[in-house]
């Protein structure tokens, strides 16, 4: 089954940008995923679905702030002008016909 | 608009027995794999138990698997998680969710509470 791979945490500045990575294991880097955002306190939040090629569908809501890109085995989410309430967990969860999985996480943090 | 609630969290005694429901509303319930999802404090997300549409397939954890029991009803669009043999670790917030497999786990509830302690 595939396994994701993410950073334990990250930091960048208000206002800033920050590219977070999933990173799919080897024989599946093909996969689809998703990105998920947990904000302290929150439900989780289904920020959107991320393909191979790159092409992305964002969910209900999510501001243009952020955004997804693919390369190879590598899944990206960009946040852009960081905000405050942006700094929270983020998961990337992909799956198939007889699997969930999740990744560990990255904690990211808003200097 | 998709909506999912959770209910019948609350505080436990080790050994003791919950069950929570998830209701759902504003999409075709029976068509969809769901999920129990829990955070305990300061740990990440951990996927509990999920369940496809029809309810013949099942998902556990390992650390629950035995103790916990995930069903639905789609009469009544509703998920459940009977908990059994509750443990001080189990206490966490726990998450209704929805997957698709053309999206990936799109939608999440609330939560609600779940404190197991003497």
């Known amino acids: 089954q595939p396994v994701l791979t993410q950073s334990s945490s990250a930091s960048a500045s208000l206002g800033s940008s920050v590219k977070l990575t999933c990173t799919l294991s080897?024989?599946?880097?093909?996969?689809?995923i998703a990105w998920h955002q947990h904000q302290p306190g929150k439900a989780p939040r289904y920020l959107m679905k991320?393909?191979?090629?790159?092409?992305?569908n964002k969910g209900s809501g999510v501001p243009d702030r952020f955004s997804g890109s693919s390369s190879g085995a590598d899944r990206y989410l960009t946040i852009s002008n960081l905000q405050s309430e942006d700094e929270a967990d983020y998961y990337c969860e992909t799956w198939d016909s007889n699997t969930r999985v999740f990744g560990g996480g990255t904690k990211l943090t808003v200097l | 608009e998709v909506q999912l609630l959770e209910s019948g969290g609350g505080l436990v005694q080790p050994g003791g027995s919950l069950r929570l429901s998830c209701a759902a509303s504003g999409f075709t319930f029976s068509n969809y794999v769901m999920n129990w999802f829990r955070q305990a404090p300061g740990k990440g997300l951990e996927r509990v138990s999920a369940i496809i549409g029809s309810g013949d397939k099942t998902f556990y954890a390992g650390s629950v698997k035995g103790r916990f029991t995930i069903s639905r009803d789609n009469s009544k669009n509703t998920l459940y998680l009977q908990m059994n043999s509750l443990r001080a670790e189990d206490t966490a917030i726990y998450y209704c969710?929805?997957?698709?497999?053309?999206?990936?786990?799109?939608?999440w509830g609330p939560g609600t509470l779940v404190s197991v302690s003497s």
């Open positions: 969710a929805k997957s698709s497999p053309a999206a990936g786990t799109d939608c």
């Open positions: 080897s024989g599946h880097s093909s996969y689809i």
């Open positions: 991320l393909e191979g090629s790159g092409s992305y």
